[in-house]
C-alpha cells in the first residue's frame, strides 16, 4: 500500500499548514490512520491518530493546535495544523493500522504501512 501525503512546505513561527494523504489502491475505511513527524537527528514521534470510526487521540505536545480529520468519501486523512513552532520542522508522516478492532496505538512499529513524509519547515 502506498500512502501519498501532501501539503508540507515553508510557514512562519505561528502560521498554519494542511497536510492530507491518501493511499493509493485501496481504501483505508476500515483502518486507524495516524500522523507522526520526525525531525533529524531524532526519533520518530507520535502526533496523533483517528480510528476508523472518527475516535481521535492526540499528543500532549500537539494537543489544541493540531486537528486530524478523515473523509472516508474522498479516502483522504488530513492533519490541521495551527500556531507552529519552528521546532516542529520535520518530516510528517502518515500512518495506517489494519487492526480496526483495538484501540489506537502510538508505537510506530505498531502501524502497518507508510507514507514517504512530507518536509515541514517552520522559520522563527
Known amino acids: 500500500v502506498q500512502l501519498q501525503a501532501s501539503g508540507g512546505g515553508l510557514v512562519q513561527a505561528g502560521g498554519s499548514l494542511r497536510l492530507s494523504c491518501a493511499p493509493s489502491g485501496r481504501t483505508f475505511r476500515w483502518e486507524h490512520m495516524g500522523w507522526f513527524r520526525q525531525a533529524p537527528g531524532k526519533e520518530r514521534e507520535f502526533l496523533v491518530a483517528i480510528t476508523w470510526s472518527g475516535s481521535t487521540y492526540y499528543a500532549d505536545s500537539v494537543k489544541g493546535r493540531f486537528t486530524i480529520s478523515r473523509d472516508n468519501a474522498k479516502n483522504t486523512v488530513y492533519l490541521q495544523m495551527n500556531s507552529l513552532k519552528p521546532e516542529e520542522t520535520a518530516v510528517y508522516y502518515c500512518?495506517?493500522?489494519?487492526?480496526?478492532?483495538?484501540?489506537?496505538?502510538?508505537?510506530?512499529?505498531?502501524?502497518?504501512?507508510w507514507g514517504q513524509g512530507t518536509l515541514v519547515t517552520v522559520s522563527s
Open positions: 500512518a495506517g493500522d489494519r487492526r480496526y478492532y483495538r484501540s489506537i496505538v502510538s508505537t510506530p512499529d505498531e502501524y502497518d504501512y
